[in-house]
């Protein structure tokens, strides 16, 4: 029997029985990068971590299906190009059998292959798994924040993906924007209630996330996505996902969105880059500018240093003070998930 870790992606059977495997944690979140038949029936095992298994099993088996080696291409058409990033397309199109659209997301190796070599001069296979890796992770985080019953409707739905030596391709619900380029496109900001039913759709992925106890590390406008409900665009949903839209460089996030102490080095990304993140967006929202003038990271170092919290007032006390709390430059003084989700702006608001 292997001993699992984080960094085995081939165990094919694991006995829960076996004293080799003793954190449950690093289990559930291996279930989705590795394809295992798994013994639950050993008394050792709690009932709740069982069922918590059992439930990531099924999540994993009957939803997503991984096609190793096989050319998409046999089950998807695709017919339109929808966005790029640095080393993926995502194309628009549609499942052959059913007809129903979908986005297709193809990174090509061979641009990481030459990313690598640009970089560090050579390439070797494990330098490109780990950029396989990554996805695989991504997955994970993705398929946790559909919800165990996917009662989540303001995540990304994805349903499966396929690795051959030439590409990793991701298949995805239909969507229509982000939240971004859709903001740059209105006329006017939003207000704050519309910024409140926005942030009321995102807590439903913030609530799982922080039951998960997992970090985002790169939330920003890219990465909430858009469905339009009605064709004036008046009426949508907002779906929150991790980097597998906007997938760059595992050391390339969004520098604009990241906290002082992960901008400066002094800490690693964790759940309070989150929160710092998230004032940010409300603050673009509500302005639709940035608070910090700055082309490079030591200018925004800079002026966050200078500006500290001397931001623009909304007009509305209790947004006001979210963003503060959010936004603040001191990690252990900045607001917790606990506090995000009590704050008067959600419970005194309803619009």
Known sequence: MKQLSKNNKKIEKINLGNNEIKDIKILKENIFTTFIDINLDNNNIIKKDVEEIKDLINLNNKEAFYRKNEDFRKYYEIFEKFGESKFSIIYKGKNKENNEK?????VKKQKIKKHLIMNIGYIQDEDI?????????LINKMRILEGVNKENKN?????EYFNTKDEFVIVMELWDDNLYDFLMNKKEPFNYEQIYEILSQLNNSFKIIAQN??????INLENILIKYENEEKSKFIVKLTFDIISFNDLKNFNYKYLAPEILNNKEENNEKNDFWSLGLIIYILYFKEYPYKGENKLKIIEQINKNKQNFKTTGNSDLDDLIIKLLNDDPQKRISWEDYFN???FLKNEY
Do not use: E
């Open 129 to 137: 798994q780990l950029y396989v890796d990554q996805f695989f992770n």
């Open 213 to 218: 106890k997992l970090i985002h590390g790169n």
């Open 102 to 106: 979908r986005n297709i997301l193809i």
């Open 343 to 345: 704050h008067p702006f």
């Open 155 to 159: 995540t990304v739905k994805f349903f």
